[in-house]
């Protein structure tokens, strides 16, 4: 999948990891690299400009934790840059113990009703229940076609030969899979050609219907960048959980199918890699990057990097102390203090706490932190390293992202906030003491 790109990504790694010193000159000609392998998998030209100005703006301002060689430093760096470009990790919620359904859309040949029957097979092989409503009354053949992919997917299917209502078919395949109790209703749906507003329109009612828990839209990776477009005109007749790209396998650009649907907020969960059954992988944007950038290379810089980071807790002080702290960081000492189990002491710290708190004070303040990792597991990098860029149209990305409110992203923003200028204020010994009582110091 996507060999011209891990092709091109990965000799520039290597070529990194050959150089002596690294200089100006080196990071450049990453740079270049990196900017002509995304552009040949058709990246948007902004988002590609952006990612690598990143790169050297970090590759040569940021110092490296002690330890790490600058080189090493380097990757890891271009490694996330990549991974931010395809937004956070996030797979498919089935939440156990009822029917969940899954309504899948998008234009003609895109591969909804292969998507449909892979999907069917991936579940079972999971050990779910699964049922497929197929309600594409448009196309001739379909529910045959639809039948003979899920027989292999061993799910049964739902469908009405003839019948011309696809919504009302999709309300009788929702009544007839109810009593059996399964753990996932799929629903595949006809897809005309995307000029037609009456497909969208179609589309709300069969949604409708079927009330699901999440729609995915599945797109054809071919189109490249064009998937921004069709995303968000998708997204604007139906609220799309999720995403599937097909065809990576045929693709050259595929990599900017993924950068731009990843740009409109929505999550690609799957990928489809060849016309089988089972050529359906769940989509990781970390795991892709590696694969990319040559996995067993990155993997143990990665690792290095991630340990000397943990040691490196000065710098990180040091970001929070001179008022830069960022999203990390907040959640980092979060997580660090309810870890110890010094929550009650930070809580009673805090400016106009009550003296003694009572249990289920501390019991609350812990969901919140819960609750707040999801929200911050929304979030993009850049969000991350400045939450000034939380702009109204991001909280809203993130609490659909997250799956909690509005009000729920804008109370962490607030703690962040308050935290920060609190952790910029106490400086020097206060701080010490503080960080003590948090159980950091
Ligand atoms: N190579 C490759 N081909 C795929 C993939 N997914 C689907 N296809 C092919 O794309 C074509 C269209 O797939 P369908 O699943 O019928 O698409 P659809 O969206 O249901 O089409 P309509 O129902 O007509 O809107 C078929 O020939 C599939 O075999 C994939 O991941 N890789
Ligand atoms: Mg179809």
Known sequence: MLDGLKDTLGAAVKKLARSQGIDEDQIKALARDVQRALLQSDVNVRQVLEITGRLEKRALGEEPPPGLPRRDHVVKILYDELSGLLGPEQGLDIREGRQNTIVLLGIQGSGKTTAASKLARHLSRQGRSVGVVGADTHRPGALAQLRTMCERAGAEVYGEE??????????RGMDHFKPKGLDVVIVDTAGRHKEESGLLE?????????????????????????????????????????????????SAKGGGALAASAA????????????????????SPTRFVGRMLGMGDVQAVLDLARRLEAESDEVRMKRITS?????????????????????????????????????????????RIEKWR???????GAEKSDPDLLNQSRVKRIARG???TEGDVKELVKGYKSSKSMMKAAKGRQMQGMLRRMGLG
Not at 162 to 169: H, M, S, T, W
Not at 374 to 380: A, E, F, G, K, R
Request: contains cysteine; proline residues 4%; negative net charge.
């Open 162 to 171: 003839g019948a011309r209502d696809a919504p009302a078919i999709v309300r």
């Open 202 to 250: 179609e589309m709300g009612r069969i949604s409708e219907a079927a009330s699901p828990d999440v729609v995915l839209l599945v797109i054809d990776g071919t189109i490249g960048q064009q998937c921004r477009a069709q995303a968000e005109a998708f997204h604007k007749a139906v609220p799309v959980g999720g995403v599937i790209i097909t065809k990576l396998d045929s």
């Open 264 to 283: 409109t907020g929505a999550r690609v969960m799957y990928v489809g890699t060849g016309e089988r059954i089972d050529d359906l992988e769940a989509f």
């Open 323 to 367: 008022g830069r702290m960022n999203m990390d960081d907040f959640m980092r000492q979060l997580e660090d203090v309810s870890k110890t189990g010094s929550l009650r002491g930070l809580l009673e710290s805090m400016p106009g706490a009550p003296g003694g708190l009572k249990d289920d004070q501390v019991d609350k303040a812990e969901e």
């Open 374 to 380: 999801y929200i911050v597991q929304s979030m993009t």
């Open 402 to 404: 997250s799956g909690w």
